[in-house]
């Protein structure tokens, strides 16, 4: 349904420039130097040299720590198949040379947990920066869920072990904000934030802090405790600065809080699960209009690294192309100006009313009990609703081209007993979804669409 403009939220530009503080103080360029033969391409397009010294880098206040603005997200690795064919694991040749190429190029921030890439990020994490020199990076990771203090400490030992490190840069109480009675029973009641902190005091965590996805009384609630938190992680790009959908508390408010409190933000999903690399045509021709060689990544990576009281911005980099790019966006930044953000509010407007299944892929719904491929199947419907390939009518003028696309990429992309159709709706997923979407509603949608398609049916 098409929202009509009186009934949305102003989207102040101004006030936002003031609030994020464009041209912070606390950011850092050197603007020399260009490794040569280095250049990168993205989308058939050249975009240029990739420079090694032009880094863009904040200022920790807490610590002191100089960390570069674009951050590697480890939640997703490059995998292969195994060699005996037994299935598969991570890539670690591919892994090392990611990493070794972004430490190289000004990047020194490395994002990671113990329960992502089923659970093998810590160890290929640990594995690729072990052959770098302690001081050359930041680690970060995470207490996942566990509701005992034993659990807890056993999994922040493992991470160090499996990250082959004495101490860790940032660490994260991971995914606050369903309920105070749930961030009770997983820090308060069993001490296991008590054991954090002295960890704290000894110099085995360097920062302590959180990540959020949830609702706004535990995000209030957690940054009034009685606790220096010297960090906090929070989802923000220009869909959710006013748009924030399911799990989530809209970013102008979660980063106006954190500025008040000097509370340094770190920053995921700055693309929305990638659904902000693939913005439809109507807005990528309104971006075109302004910087036609800039991919709508990058317009979206500015806007998240432009307020000032930004560390990082974390991006799951699994080709060698998008860190390229990546790099060359923050070395250095160019903040954002008044007239890009009004250009952004007008893609915003086009995205919140789009039909876009508000999925990221971050795979927290993963492995489906029934083998289902979730993230992959809501991908393919989002890249062609991207396209503008979303077909309304039986009797569109591209009906013929959009249903052999959709049907055939379908198949492509996800085989066919991991596809929506075989969806028994056992809601094992719901609890795990970060943006609360509905998924085995969802799924039926996608399901019922490709029907449509493969009978032919009128609609």
Same mark, same amino acid.
């Given at each position: ?25 606390? @950011?850092?360029?050197? *603007?020399?130097?260009?490794?040569? $033969? ?6 058939? !397009? %050249?975009?240029? =040299? ?108 493992? @991470?160090?072990?499996? *990250?082959?490190?004495?101490?860790? $840069? ?6 606050? !904000? %369903?309920?105070? =009675? ?278």
């Amino acid at each position: 349904m098409i929202m009509e403009k009186k009934d949305r939220k102003e989207f102040n530009r101004r006030n936002f420039l003031k609030i994020v503080g464009v041209g912070s103080v606390t @950011s850092a360029t050197t *603007l020399i130097g260009c490794k040569p $033969d280095n250049r990168v391409s993205v989308e058939g !397009g %050249s975009i240029g =040299e990739v420079p090694t010294d032009r880094m863009t880098y904040r200022t920790n206040p807490n610590t002191g720590d100089v960390v570069s603005l674009l951050g590697y997200g480890c939640m997703r690795l490059p995998l292969r198949q195994k060699t005996d064919g037994s299935g598969e694991e991570v890539d670690q040749e591919t892994v090392n040379e990611l990493v070794d190429y972004a430490i190289e190029h000004g990047v020194n921030y490395f994002d990671t947990a113990p329960i992502y890439v089923r659970g093998w990020s810590e160890a290929a994490t640990g594995i690729a920066l072990k052959r770098h020199p302690r001081e050359s990076f930041f680690v970060a990771t995470k207490s996942s869920r566990s509701n005992t203090l034993e659990s807890g400490i056993a999994m922040y030992h493992k @991470s160090m072990q499996d *990250l082959q490190v004495d101490y860790l $840069d940032y660490y994260l109480l991971h995914s606050i !904000g %369903s309920s105070i =009675e749930d961030f009770h029973k997983r820090f308060i009641d069993n001490k296991l934030l008590d054991f954090l902190l002295k960890e704290r005091e000894v110099g085995r965590i360097r920062n302590l802090g959180w990540s959020f996805h949830g609702i706004v009384d535990v995000f209030d609630y957690v940054l009034a405790m009685d606790v220096q938190w010297d960090f906090c992680q929070i989802q923000l790009n220009y869909q959710d600065w006013k748009y924030a959908t399911g799990r989530n508390v809209n970013a102008e408010y979660l980063y106006g809080e954190l500025v008040k409190r000097n509370v340094p933000a770190i920053i995921m999903e700055p693309l929305l699960g990638g659904r902000l690399a693939r913005v439809p045509q109507q807005a990528l021709n309104m971006m075109n209009e302004i910087h036609l060689e800039d991919s709508a990544a990058k317009w979206a990576f500015r806007y998240a690294g432009t307020p000032e009281h930004v560390l990082t911005v974390l991006s799951g980099m699994v080709y060698m192309e998008h860190l390229q790019e990546n790099i060359r966006t923050y070395s250095p930044l160019e903040p954002l100006n008044e007239q890009e953000y009004e250009t952004l509010e007008q893609v915003t407007e086009i995205l919140v009313n789009s039909d876009y299944i508000q999925c990221t892929e971050c795979q927290y719904c993963m492995p489906c009990p029934y083998g289902l491929d979730i993230p992959g199947v809501f991908a393919h419907y989002n890249r062609c609703v991207s396209a503008g390939k979303m077909l309304k009518s039986s009797n569109d003028e591209n009906y013929k081209n959009a249903r052999r696309d959709f049907l055939v990429g379908y198949d492509r992309s996800i085989p066919k007993l991991r596809q929506a159709d075989h969806c028994i709706e056992c809601n094992e997923c719901l609890s795990r979804c970060p943006q609360q979407i509905r998924i085995p509603e969802e799924m039926s949608r996608v399901d019922q669409y490709a029907e449509q398609l493969k009978q032919r049916l009128e609609f």
